[in-house]
């Protein structure tokens, strides 16, 4: 099945410790993305990438890292989570960049 | 910048009627104008994507039209089910390969009532 997977779907985490939400997909897909998602603020794009070892800022980049060393890989890392980073991210992945994204199931992430 | 607009407010149909939700944006034709069905909790799920070039796509009981004149997109579900109840968002992108310009409008949420 075509899918995008994400892990965990659940994190409860504490202020400065270091994680990782890794995201992959089986459909061959160039461009990958990471986006938050906040009651009142929708959808906000935190990175993308366009291929493997390409990525670059979204609109909401602080504070993150990704990297894309494989094709179907593309983790989102929190070096120092902080409480304002408690959201519900979405890992999403594309043939083209300009739409048509299939996105995963998400990683609803609390930090205290 | 580029703005995209759903309106907020929660739209209610009755079943069996034609639900229309629209999409607004600012400055300039996106290339690309595309929705989303997300349901509560979950990843937004691909639905249409309608290119600058055309007026109408159709999926099924689904309709998107384009209309660069008024800088809006109209999504249509017809003959409506409450299985549709749902959040609709709509999305644009100037081009295709910019990956880093996709933005989403706050989405409406549907109800579609028995």
């Known amino acids: 099945e075509a899918q995008v997977t994400q892990n965990p779907r659940y994190l409860i985490t504490v202020t400065g410790k270091k994680l990782t939400v890794t995201c992959s997909q089986n459909m061959n897909h160039e461009y990958m993305s990471w986006y938050r998602q906040d009651p009142g603020l929708g959808l906000r794009q935190i990175y993308y990438s366009m291929n493997v070892e390409v990525t670059d800022k979204g609109d909401v980049p602080e504070g993150y890292k990704v990297s894309r060393k494989e094709k179907r890989n593309f983790p989102l890392i929190l070096e120092s989570p902080s409480p304002n980073q408690t959201s519900l991210y979405f890992c999403?992945?594309?043939?083209?960049?300009?739409?048509?994204?299939?996105f995963g199931s998400g990683t609803r992430l609390t930090v205290v | 910048s580029q703005k995209i607009e759903q309106n907020s407010e929660a739209l209610n149909i009755q079943e069996g009627k034609t639900a229309t939700l629209t999409c607004n944006y600012t400055?300039?034709?996106?290339?690309?104008l595309q929705w989303y069905r997300q349901d509560p909790g979950r990843g937004p799920v691909f639905l249409l994507l309608i290119r600058e070039n055309e007026k109408e796509k159709r999926k099924e009981r689904l309709k998107v039209t384009f209309d660069t004149t008024l800088k809006q997109s109209l999504f249509h579900i017809t003959a409506s089910q409450p299985a549709d109840s749902a959040t609709y968002l709509c999305?644009?992108?100037?081009?295709?390969?910019?990956?880093?310009?996709?933005?989403f409008g706050g989405g409406t949420r549907l109800m579609v009532k028995p």
């Open positions: 400055n300039y034709s996106p290339a690309y």
């Open positions: 999305a644009k992108s100037p081009e295709n390969n910019a990956g880093n310009m996709l933005t």
């Open positions: 999403a992945s594309s043939l083209m960049g300009g739409g048509g994204y299939t």
